[in-house]
Nanobody, 114 residues
Framework: QVQLVESGGGLVQPGGSLRLSCVAS????????MAWYRQAPGKQRELVAS???????DYAESVKGRFTISRDNAKYTVYLQMTSLKPEDTGVYYC????????WGQGTQVTVSS
């Protein structure tokens, strides 16, 4: 059964850091391009970072230099290290394949506020 389970969110002050994790119980995980998305209140879901099966990464301009995506294929897990967080990073963070192929998980809430 396909399952995406995100964790690691929370409340953090501006300038703080968080590390998100996503356990992806999906077939052929090792070769799939994976991504982190976020949905801010009242806005559409947007892609913030992606990683290929080979480990190549790409980022939205708004998070470049602050976020780092990585993966551990042995653990079927994708990570998002977030630093220098800003209030505009607030939202629910989800992982999925880069094409959004699988049923979305519940996500993990990230709130950046003083």
């Amino acid at each position: 059964q396909v399952q995406l389970v995100e964790s690691g969110g929370g409340l953090v002050q501006p300038g703080g850091s968080l590390r998100l994790s996503c356990v992806a119980s999906i077939i052929m995980f090792r070769s799939r391009d994976m991504a982190w998305y976020r949905q801010a209140p009242g806005k559409q879901r947007e892609l913030v970072a992606s990683i290929t099966g080979g480990g190549d990464t790409d980022y939205a301009e708004s998070v470049k230099g602050r976020f780092t995506i990585s993966r551990d294929n042995a653990k079927y897990t994708v990570y998002l290290q977030m630093t220098s967080l800003k209030p505009e990073d607030t939202g629910v963070y989800y992982c999925n394949s880069k094409s959004g192929l699988f049923m979305w998980g519940q996500g993990t809430q990230v709130t950046v506020s003083s």
